[in-house]
């Protein structure tokens, strides 16, 4: 200690400045710089335009043509045919929330799965190995495969836009036409069934509207807030159309239905979406995937990537810093989920702990 007392001595602030502040800067870079990135985020990116927001009105014993009349819309003599298509990893429990709540009201499912994921890992075709539970859909179905591409060193964005160019292929092979409606979102991300029905039935409404949903994450016991719009719903248009997961348009139709994030069974499940979907670079330590770590992030509501909120005020990243508040409400969750709910409790309020 004496001898290292001595060489500190004999240094200089700017030697202090290389030998220890400078090493201290670069691993706390390595460590935290996709975070400082995000906290820093105010000062080099401005929010997006805000919606135009269409309030949302609805009461089971309202009839269609006040319902409509209330939005501003006429109502129609028939209903537009629906289309809902989506791309399919290996969320077998939200794709039958999903189809189940929306099987009253669309004409056609359309889904596409590839053998690869977004960054490039090679997957079983899980929907279609397990088809035979998804019975009650088969006289509505398009289904497709599709071989992944991705090349080395390549975005997994360039994977996933590749894929949605083909499900504009499979939309057509399922005999989409003008002025159809065509659902465009995640399989996570669940219009309401009553939203649908609206929308099929009124007239004049936008050609493009997206929708608000309930954010939720891991259940329905975390509520983030209601800023999930990436949904959206076409009046579709012939070499117009083109199906994308980016905003399109400036209007929103409020309290749409439910994005339910990372919401799986299984903590394997879990530990695959963190290595597959587009934001894979998140997953930034090994330990991030340790199942014990994940488990005990879920039942607290807190994120699985240890980052900042994605906000764009530094009083909003602040105001969500944390883990997520419990919510103990079940009001208006899909039907499906409450009716069953036994083999859906991990979805539901108090109800943390997952299957390995």
């Not at 340790?290 to 909003?316: H, S, V």
Request: with cysteine; charged share 25%.
């Amino acid at each position: 200690m004496s001898k290292i007392r001595y060489i500190l001595r004999g240094l200089d602030v700017k030697s202090y400045i290389y030998v220890l502040v400078v090493p201290i800067c670069i691993f706390v870079i390595f460590v935290h710089g996709q975070n400082i990135s995000y906290f820093l985020r105010p000062l080099w990116e401005k929010p997006q335009k805000p919606f135009k927001v269409i309030p949302h009105y609805y009461n089971n014993n309202v009839t269609m043509e006040n319902l409509c009349k209330l939005h501003g819309w006429g109502v129609r003599d028939y209903p537009r045919r629906v289309y809902d298509a989506v791309l399919f990893s290996n969320e077998l429990e939200l794709l039958t929330l999903r189809w189940k709540e929306l099987y009253p009201y669309v004409a056609e499912f359309v889904l596409l799965e590839s053998n690869s994921t977004f960054t490039g890992m090679p997957k079983p075709f899980v929907f279609n190995s397990n088809r035979e539970q998804f019975r009650f859909i088969e006289p509505r179905l398009t289904y497709g495969t599709i071989g992944g591409r991705l090349k080395k060193g390549q975005s997994p964005f360039v994977e996933e836009a590749y894929q949605r160019v083909a499900l504009d292929h499979l939309l057509k092979i399922a005999g989409i036409s003008d002025d159809d409606l065509l659902i465009m979102s995640d399989v996570d991300e669940i219009p309401s069934a009553h939203t649908i029905n609206l929308l099929r039935w009124c007239n004049e409404i936008p050609s493009i509207m997206h929708l608000q949903l309930k954010n939720y994450l891991y259940s329905f016991e975390f509520r983030l807030d209601d800023k999930s719009w990436r949904a959206s719903v076409h009046r579709y248009q012939t070499g117009k159309t083109r199906y994308a997961h980016y905003r399109q348009s400036d209007n929103m139709l409020a309290d749409a239905g439910w994005h339910c994030s990372f919401c799986f069974r299984r903590i394997s499940d879990f530990i695959f979406k963190m290595k597959a979907y587009s934001h894979y670079d998140r997953v930034r330590f090994s330990h991030f995937l340790n199942p014990d770590r994940i488990q005990k992030l879920i039942c607290e509501g807190a994120d699985l990537f240890d980052m900042f909120p994605e906000e764009y005020t530094f009083r909003d990243i602040i105001g969500k810093m944390g883990s997520i508040p419990h919510s103990y409400s079940a009001v208006h969750l899909p039907a499906f989920l409450l009716e069953n709910a036994d083999n859906y409790k991990f979805l539901l309020p108090g109800n943390c702990m997952r299957d390995r």
